[in-house]
């Protein structure tokens, strides 16, 4: 008699918790999914590893155009796009150290997966191909670039620091943007061949 009252004490006690269990609403059950599943918020450190991940990946992306390119004025271009991307990678890593501010690379994970597969295919252009390949990925990686720099970064930095490292990289990105698309046309231009000018037709009549 006494175990089953015990039983039976313990079955009062259990059900209402089971019942509260079953009938927590949907908004409750929601709030318990751990916060690190939730989307991360872009922060300044956010806005440096994207900032130094597009400088790091046209960096190398230059450094085998350097390599690879046939034309003379293709090569010079890598070198200076090299050069640029560097100098600016390099102010970015300074400011981090100055601010004691460290790059999350989580926000550019995506883009450095993509870029390995834009360096393999790089690497696997035909020679007789390459410098228009080249040219062309320039010009859709600064347009990008630049839509992300004046839409999302500036937005996210709170930093004023970090800001003016931004605000002043924009006429380089630019400027790498004008520079890839003349280039490319007036490589285009040069590739197709002329059309001779039409000769008059003869107008001697009877003579």
Known sequence: MKGTTA???????????????????PTAQ????????????????????IFDGANRRDLETATIAAERARNQQVRQLAVRFANEHMAL???GQELGRTLQL???REFDAAEMQKHGQTIAWLKQVPAEQFD???LDHEIAFHA??????????????TKPELKVLIEQSIPAFEAHLA?????????????KPEVP??????????E
Do not use: C
Request: aromatic fraction near 4%; glycine fraction near 6%.
């Open 144 to 157: 990008s670039v630049l839509e992300a720099v004046q839409g999302t970064l500036l937005a996210a930095t």
């Open 7 to 25: 039983i039976l004490a313990l079955a009062a006690f259990v059900a209402p918790a089971a019942l509260a269990a079953q009938e927590t609403p």
């Open 179 to 191: 520079a890839a698309r003349d280039l490319k046309a007036a490589l285009d231009g040069a590739a």
């Open 132 to 134: 228009a390949a080249w």
């Open 30 to 49: 929601a709030a318990a999914i751990p916060a690190a599943e939730a989307a991360p918020v872009l922060d300044d450190s956010g806005v440096l590893a």
């Open 197 to 206: 000018a039409s000769e008059p037709s003869s107008t001697n009549g009877g």
């Open 102 to 104: 460290y790059p999350r």
């Open 89 to 91: 990678r390099r102010q």
